[in-house]
């Protein structure tokens, strides 16, 4: 059992290391990805001693995004408002952040891993109802921000906690019937089993990954994901140009701080989920466990050791999921933000119709086949 | 199953903040406790292998629900609740009745000696595949009604929430007629 509880342990603390050196990594490409679609320069100052201009190279701003910015953020004053309640005021960032970074524990990163006589599953907690799991942590996502903006004793930031809080409930709906949709094709929901049904190929050579049987599903649940991690054209509960900053009007420092990297994990989880559920996990088209097997006549195979294809499948995984938070990222700096009341048709009359419709669809094709894809 | 300890950290963190329901003053603490309680008792449910139950309860009541309820706290614009003034001998009278209940369970509990028979449990206890079948067969009924139910509540709420918008010609004659 000490065996087991080591390999856990390991598991869950390299998957969330993963996960929060993404969620860095995806604040420098926010913003020098901004500055050049906006045609600016973007971060560009701080250096370690001169060290990248002696060598010759153009300064990216790597040191800007992740040292100088975060050492600054942590290092101010932690600013409370007078009449802010500081019990909630303190715990609201961190109530905001939790949950987002455990519902990682039930991603599926890999496929099995062989260590000499050891089987491990590359996933931190292997769940029977993972999907629940992912729903129900994801619900409790808006106390953080809904408690940020009301503890603040201020009233952008109220104004903007209650906008989140109503955008919030009224996406996980949409997002539900998406997760429903898919887990009705499947019929588990086990997100590593979700993970293994997409292996394998249709016709020889098409891959069966997710997005082929589910389309509409794919769209519902990127569209409502990206809407609950509140950013443009989402953005409604810190739209800058009316509530100052919404819900964190009245952070400072490293809670601010704190309020930014859980968006920013936001991104990642729909990233991961979208990945999951539509583009095959951590499959790679005609990747077995001994192999390559490429399609055509002849099919040609290329024999692996089983090492390298969890390698592989794992690198695999990774660069699915930074694809689909470039994406979000291209998004955000692409499309103007939305007005409140089209945000709430959008989500009410248009992503919940339409992913009951797609749901009851879905019910019946499997009902009338009684097929899993 | 979980072990002991487990489980009696968890119920005493229950007792806990449901006690912090009650005896807060400011009523979004009071609702920060109860969704404390309500988690605890989904992972109460889950250690017991109830899990479909244990994450069902989280995503209703504690990522629903309880958001309501904040609504419902803003939206009133409740504020922390001043010392209650009621009468004294309507407090004492309570008192006595809580403290009768509390005597009344104690002596259940204690005299009649709780055994409840220990139950080999099925292996798919709790699962959500043994959850479905039981309420498409032996409870189809009952959950059909229900829904229809819920059905015709949230239709009744959208009835009466409802107002009748009016035209601009129509407006323009009202605000005439109030003048």
Known sequence: VPTELLIGAIKAIVILVLVLMLTGSLLWFERKGAALIQDRIGANRAAVFGLGRRLGLPNLGLVNTLLADPLKLFTKEDFVPDGADHFVHGLAPFLALFPVLIAFAVVPIGDVLRIGSHLVDLQAAPLNLGGLYVLAVLGLGVYGIALGGWASNNRWALLGGIRASAQMVSYEIAMSLAFLSVVVTYGTLDLQSICRMQGGVWFGWLPRWGILVQPIGFLLLLISGMAESKRVPFDLPESESELVAGYFTEYSGGKQAVFMMTDFAEVVLVAVLVTLFFFGGWQIPWLYRDGFHFPGPHGAFLRLPALLVSIIQIIAFWIKVVFFCCFQILVRWTLPRLRYDQLMRFGWKGLVPIGIANLIGTALVVAATGAKP | ?179
């Open chain 2, 1 to 179: 199953m979980m072990p002991l300890w487990l489980f009696a950290f968890l119920a005493a963190l229950a007792v806990f903040s449901a006690l912090g329901v009650v005896l807060q003053q400011n009523p979004v603490h009071c609702l920060l406790s109860l969704a404390l309680t309500l988690v605890d008792m989904g992972v109460l449910f889950i250690g017991l292998r109830a899990e479909t139950v244990g994450f069902l309860q989280t995503i209703i009541y504690v990522g629903a629900i309880m958001v309501l309820f904040l609504f419902v706290i803003w939206l009133l614009n409740l504020q922390a609740d001043a010392p209650s003034t009621g009468r004294l001998a309507f407090k004492f009278l309570c008192m006595i009745g809580a403290a009768a209940i509390a005597a009344e369970l104690f002596l259940f509990f204690f005299g009649v000696g709780v055994t409840a028979p220990r139950i080999a449990t099925p292996v798919e206890y709790g699962s959500i595949e043994s959850l479905a079948h039981l309420l498409f067969t032996d409870y189809l009924i009952a959950f059909e009604v229900t829904s229809l139910l819920l059905l015709a509540a949230i239709a009744g709420a959208i009835g009466l929430a409802r107002r009748t918008i009016l035209s601009p010609s129509q407006a323009v004659q009202n605000s005439r007629l109030e003048q």
